[in-house]
């Protein structure tokens, strides 16, 4: 125990004894026994907390399997068809020339609040008026 042997544990018992007296020598032996006790039970703690950390990073990932909407559901274009980034570059470009030849005001929507009247929401009722 601690290196230390059983001729050097009597002889630092006796000079305790001389020292403490009865009493105060169990008190001590006791608290001293605790405190071993505590220290050795934090120790196998953080023994078992490293081996279950261990253990969970030995243990291999499962593995990642595709989801079913990875798969494409739509059927592929026919030959000819614009589809992907060709069809949208065209919709951009036709909408730029759009823009520069000024059609944009014919494809604007009417104001829908202009004469209908406007409905306020009072904070003390939340009702609408």
Do not use: C
Request: aromatic share 6%; no cysteine; charged share 30%.
């Amino acid at each position: 125990m601690f290196g230390i042997s059983s001729w050097e544990l009597l002889v630092i018992l006796l000079i305790g004894l001389i020292v403490l007296g009865p009493r105060q020598l169990a008190e001590v032996a006791k608290a001293v026994g605790k405190v071993y006790r505590d220290i050795q039970n934090m120790s196998w703690d953080f023994r078992r907390s490293i081996d279950q950390e261990l253990k969970s990073i030995s243990e291999p990932a499962p593995p990642i399997t595709p989801k079913s909407s990875d798969s494409p559901t739509e059927p592929l274009p026919m030959p000819g068809e614009k589809s992907g980034p060709d069809f949208y570059a065209d919709l951009l470009e036709a909408a730029a020339e759009k823009d520069m030849k000024g059609d944009t005001a014919e494809e604007q929507p009417p104001d829908e609040t202009a004469g209908s009247e406007k409905q306020e929401v009072t904070p003390k009722e939340g009702k609408l008026s």
